[in-house]
């Protein structure tokens, strides 16, 4: 067994492939339409071969008041890198919002950022 998709509610598809595949890089894996209101839409790392994220769209008022908060406002995703420097300075080069900067951990190189809807994400190069 092995952890396929993760769902990320989102306001709006076309917003979210945008921030995921402009500002963070990630590919596009599949887009699929399913309804007039319902896509399926995967988005992973470039080069990832794990788990992809599944961008979700909010179908009613319960689902949207979660969006940008599924964890109560802890850190949600870790997203791993082999090269920290590059990236975050990729990354704000792009216009994403850090929120807590880099600090050296006995793990690694961490720095959170939130995405485009307020989730937080560790950038992590783990030693």
């Known amino acids: 067994m092995y952890l396929a998709h993760l769902s990320l509610l989102v306001r709006d598809y076309d917003e979210a492939i945008r921030f995921y595949t402009e500002k963070l890089h990630f590919t596009l ?4 339409v399913l309804s007039d209101i319902k896509r ?3 988005v992973a790392p470039k080069g990832s071969t794990g788990c992809s994220l599944l961008l979700a769209k909010a179908a009613n008022e319960e689902q949207a008041s979660r969006i940008g908060n599924q964890t109560g406002g802890r ?4 997203l791993y890198t082999d090269d920290f420097w590059r990236d975050y300075h990729d ?4 216009g994403v919002t850090f929120v807590r900067p880099p600090v050296e951990e006995p793990y690694g190189i961490v720095a959170v950022f939130a995405d485009l809807y307020g989730n937080l994400w560790d950038l992590l190069e783990p030693k």
Do not use: P, R, S
Not at 29 to 32: A, G, L, S, Y
Not at 91 to 94: D, S, Y
């Open 75 to 78: 850190v949600f995703l870790f």
């Open 29 to 32: 894996v599949e887009d699929t």
């Open 91 to 94: 990354m704000q080069a792009n």
């Open 40 to 42: 399926w839409v995967l």
